[in-house]
Nanobody, 115 residues
Framework: QVQLVESGGGLVQAGGSLRLSCAAS????????MGWYRQAPGKQRELVAT???????KCADSVKGRFTISRDNAKNTMYLQMNSLKHEDTAVYYC?????????WGQGTQVTVSS
């Protein structure tokens, strides 16, 4: 079993920055992919960025150049540095981890960007 806990969300003005963290605990594989997703009110959950345990990253076009995903394998923690935030980035942000054919999700953290 794996537990994921997100933190770092909050209210920020447009143009500002936030850093999200996702701490994983439990049975963590040495080979996994972690990711950030977000869900805005009335919309489907969408991919923001993913990162493998080897550091390979993928990022949605909508956040390229503004968001940076990273991880600290020794701490089993993933981060999302969000800069130049826009009102349309407002959403609940979820982290997940995929390993051994299973996907686990965190409870989500709210990010609200005021325009």
């Amino acid at each position: 079993q794996v537990q994921l806990v997100e933190s770092g969300g909050g209210l920020v003005q447009a143009g500002g920055s936030l850093r999200l963290s996702c701490a994983a605990s439990g049975s963590i594989s040495s080979s996994n992919v972690m990711g950030w997703y977000r869900q805005a009110p009335g919309k489907q959950r969408e991919l923001v960025a993913t990162i493998s345990n080897s550091g390979r990253t993928k990022c949605a076009d909508s956040v390229k150049g503004r968001f940076t995903i990273s991880r600290d394998n020794a701490k089993n923690t993933m981060y999302l540095q969000m800069n130049s935030l826009k009102h349309e980035d407002t959403a609940v942000y979820y982290c997940n981890i995929g390993q051994w054919g299973r996907v686990y999700w965190g409870q989500g953290t709210q990010v609200t960007v005021s325009s």
